[in-house]
């Protein structure tokens, strides 16, 4: 089946540091989502693309949908403590069905 | 505004016990509903689907089940609960065509079997 290899697994980064993370997958995908969840809880729909090319930000988040429709990104500038959680990527196909990356989990050290 | 809801949040479970989830939606009509279940430091698995009342689809073979008795309700359960059904269960909805991919997470459901 479809997969997407979502990197880095985790990250440890100082508060205040810019953080970038990405998806990529052999396949092509139609929309590309991007979404946080924090301990506990169900994840939260951070920024969805729509658009090969796509660039959105929502807040100090920042999101691209890759040209080739088969990678994306998601970038957070100026880490505070709250942005700890996994993050998530998932892409939907022609099929829509979604498709969802394994996470990256971001901690900032103390 | 929708919300969703899901329950119990906490439960541990023997072994060969039954289980049954609730997750229900308010504020809209007619969503596409989700069970995904997290093992543990995992991503997500999408276990069943619905698309309207009594229309079930199950992604992964297994000894879960899934209802839709109303609109806005469904039910994950089990007749006979395994060491590996143990993770963390989440409800979700989207509107109801397909097209977005933009799921609404309910809080998460943590089975522990033991």
């Known amino acids: 089946g479809q997969q997407l290899n979502q990197s880095p697994q985790s990250m440890f980064i100082q508060e205040g540091e810019d953080v970038s993370m990405n998806c990529t997958s052999s396949s092509i995908f139609n929309t590309w989502l991007w979404y946080k969840q924090e301990p506990g809880e169900g994840p939260v729909l951070l920024i969805a693309l729509y658009k090969a090319g796509e660039l959105t930000s929502n807040g100090r988040l920042t999101a691209q949908f890759g040209i080739t429709r088969k990678d994306s990104f998601l970038n957070i500038s100026a880490s505070i403590p709250s942005d700890v959680g996994i993050y998530f990527c998932?892409?939907?196909?022609?099929?829509?069905?979604?498709?969802w990356g394994a996470g990256t989990k971001l901690i900032i050290k103390p | 505004s929708q919300t969703i809801h899901q329950w119990p949040a906490t439960l541990v479970q023997p072994v060969g016990s039954p289980l049954s989830l609730e997750c229900t939606v308010e504020g809209t009509s007619n969503p596409n509903l989700y069970w995904y279940r997290q093992a543990a430091g995992r991503g997500l698995q999408l276990l069943f689907y619905s698309v309207g009342i009594g229309q079930i689809s199950s992604e992964v073979p297994q000894n879960l089940s899934a209802s839709r008795p109303q609109d806005r309700q469904f039910i994950l359960s089990s007749k006979k609960l395994l060491l590996s059904d143990s993770g963390f269960y989440l409800c979700a909805w989207s509107m109801g065509t397909w097209g977005t991919g933009e799921l609404f997470f309910g809080e998460g459901s943590r089975l522990t079997v033991l």
């Open positions: 998932a892409g939907m196909d022609s099929n829509y069905q979604l498709i």
